[in-house]
């Protein structure tokens, strides 16, 4: 005699389908808001490289106006402090920069938590699947 009930089948089968339905449910949830999250450190960095180009524009001002003033006093006072200025925005304008554009790269936006909970979902389930037969 066996001892598999042959209404258990069916009945498995729908929990299974029932199971994995809400597993993908929750999976896609979990990408949406990981998305949601990537998005808005997206528009930070966006934000980043607006302020970035502001600075680097004055930057480049300040920049021309300590060169006009250099050249035409050669007293180097007041064209060394507009230097100075110059230089120590254009830096900070670089950094600014080089932070936003990293933070845009597509692999820190990809949904990364998510993909790796489908990967292990799906071992599970390929795990299960087998250990029934």
Do not use: Y
């Amino acid at each position: 005699m066996s001892d598999v009930n042959p209404n258990s089948s069916p009945k498995l089968l729908g929990d299974l389908l029932r199971h994995a339905t809400s597993l993908v449910r929750l999976e896609i949830d979990l990408a949406r808001a990981e998305v949601d999250q990537n998005l808005r450190r997206a528009g930070t960095a966006l934000g980043l490289i607006v302020v970035a180009i502001v600075l680097l524009i004055t930057a480049l001002n300040v920049l021309a106006a300590a060169l006009a003033a250099g050249l035409t006093e050669l007293g180097l006072d007041p064209a060394w402090s507009a230097l100075i200025v110059g230089v120590g925005f254009a830096l900070v304008a670089w950094a600014m920069m080089h932070k936003g554009i990293s933070d845009l790269k597509l692999s820190s936006l990809a949904p990364t938590r998510s993909v790796e909970n489908v990967k292990r979902d799906a071992d599970a389930l390929k795990g299960a699947a087998t250990h029934g037969e």
